[in-house]
């Protein structure tokens, strides 16, 4: 089904052809258009797997984007910037913060210069 005829589809501009939805011009199947939203809420949906936690010391900011992945991957994350002179661990908090907000997250400190950044499916219980 061509990019045209999908759009039309989900306007409900077009009538629906029962016969090749699903298929591509090229005869390809394709997946089902699903809304961004659900795809964002499936990949944060809590799972009854077993959670994973991560423990990064990032010697430089360069490091960011492979928390950034850990994180992205729904795992949680310890960071320990007490290796990295205090500017750029600052750009790393900062870093850190943007990344948990943007992905619904929580960031908590735990200790001098030590922070948990959590998904939105684990819960941080403090005492």
């Known amino acids: 089904m061509g990019a045209v005829r999908k759009v039309a589809g989900y306007l409900g501009l077009s009538?629906?052809?029962h016969y090749d939805?699903?298929?591509d011009d090229d005869g390809q199947?394709?997946?089902?258009?699903?809304p961004a939203t659900?795809?964002?809420a499936r990949r944060?949906?809590?799972s009854s797997e077993s959670s994973r936690i991560v423990m990064v010391q990032p010697l430089k900011?360069?490091?960011a984007p492979l928390i950034g992945q850990y994180f992205r991957e729904g795992q949680t994350v310890i960071m320990d910037v007490t290796g990295m002179a205090m500017p750029e661990a600052t750009r790393m908090v900062d870093f850190a913060a943007g990344l948990a907000y943007g992905?619904?997250?929580r960031i908590e400190r735990i200790a001098d210069r030590v922070f948990l950044l959590a998904p939105a499916h684990v819960e941080i219980e403090t005492s």
Not at 29 to 34: D, G, K, N, R, V
């Open 15 to 17: 009538g629906i052809d």
């Open 21 to 23: 939805e699903g298929y």
């Open 29 to 34: 199947y394709e997946e089902e258009y699903m």
């Open 38 to 40: 659900e795809r964002a």
């Open 44 to 46: 944060w949906r809590s």
């Open 61 to 63: 900011y360069n490091d």
């Open 103 to 105: 992905c619904e997250g």
